[in-house]
């Protein structure tokens, strides 16, 4: 696949300036005040693999809708641990409780947060979205374009932020070393709450999604960011408002309020989530960060090198 954006000399000297809502703190507080940390339910679930111990997990995400998910502990843990809490790809649900066992196999307690209202393309879902309004094109960009309380992401983020409570009051979880990761959509989840969320260890976003929004709508070759360009092609006037909208998701807008140390990946021939929507989130990004370029590979990313690479960086972070 040849290069389709920036050269990574351009990438890398970027100086993104990307417009901030005037209400945009205020936005957040308030919308996560509205829909604040309840006690999470977690039940035991015996999937034959004696190694991994999995809850099937329920916690109160945006207005206290139950949102599910898997928590996995390497059997046996004596101590609480440092505990990845994890975001899933666009399409994708939460899968089967045997599945994604990367993280509790490195000896991490893992939480995997369901995506409401997805689970179609490659592992299925069991959280729906009950707070859909207006029309939209198919996905989930437009979803809610009339204003950011009504969109999904807004809906979608504030999941994430209690995923992260609800990792935090397992027993076995140190709730001072929780380290939020996602690939493409996850990656931009684990951006947004890595901006909202105060004394995380850490994130890893993996060729995010979500990160100027407005650029990857203009240049992106395959959705979903052309969900927004279908969109406006016919909603001619509306692009104004869609984009203010849009702008209140945007993880590389949140991005300078992170703080927790970071380690990013970006693929140069992406031609779902451009580098230089990528890297406009790397730049802006607040807290201390680090970043593997894989010049040669699309969406995929560095695949399972980087995760190589994840598992020592992670290994070094929580250590310390």
């Not at 939209?136 to 009504?150: C, H």
């Not at 709730?175 to 939020?180: H, L, Q, S």
Request: aromatic residues 8%; hydrophobic residues 40%.
């Amino acid at each position: 696949m040849p290069l389709t954006d920036l050269s990574l000399a351009e990438c890398l000297a970027l100086s993104p300036d990307l417009p901030e809502p005037a209400d945009l703190d205020a936005f957040w507080a308030g919308t996560l005040a509205a829909s604040p940390p309840a006690e999470p339910v977690f039940r035991l679930v015996d999937t034959g693999l004696p190694q991994v111990t999995t809850y099937d997990v329920t916690f109160a995400g945006h207005g206290g809708d139950p949102v599910r998910g898997w928590l996995r502990l390497p059997a046996g843990a004596r101590e609480p641990l440092g505990c990845v809490v994890e975001f899933l790809g666009y399409g994708r649900g939460r899968g089967l409780p045997h599945e994604q066992l990367l993280w509790s196999a490195a000896g991490h307690a893992h939480l995997l947060m369901d995506t409401r209202g997805q689970g179609w393309s490659a592992a299925t879902g069991d959280t729906p979205d009950a707070g859909a309004v207006g029309g939209s094109v198919p996905g989930f960009l437009t979803r809610g374009a009339g204003g950011p309380a009504e969109h999904y992401y807004v809906r979608l983020i504030t999941d994430a932020v209690r995923a992260v409570d609800a990792a935090r009051a397992h027993p076995a979880v140190d709730p001072a070393r929780v380290v939020v990761t996602g690939i493409s959509q996850g990656g931009g989840l684990a951006l947004a709450v890595a901006a909202l969320v105060p004394g995380l260890a850490g994130a890893m976003p993996d060729v995010p999604f979500l990160c100027d929004i407005r650029r990857g709508s203009l240049i992106a070759a395959r959705p979903p960011y052309t969900e927004v360009a279908e969109y406006l092609r016919l909603h001619r006037d509306d692009a104004g408002a869609l984009l203010d909208t849009l702008s209140h998701v945007d993880a590389a807008v949140l991005a300078p309020r992170a703080t927790a140390p970071s380690l990013f990946s970006i693929a140069m021939m992406d031609d779902i989530c451009p580098p230089s929507t990528c890297f406009a989130a790397y730049h802006r990004y607040g807290g201390p960060k680090d970043v593997r370029v894989y010049e040669y590979n699309g969406h995929e990313g560095g695949g399972a090198h980087h995760q190589r690479v994840q598992l020592d960086w992670l290994r070094a972070l929580l250590a310390s």
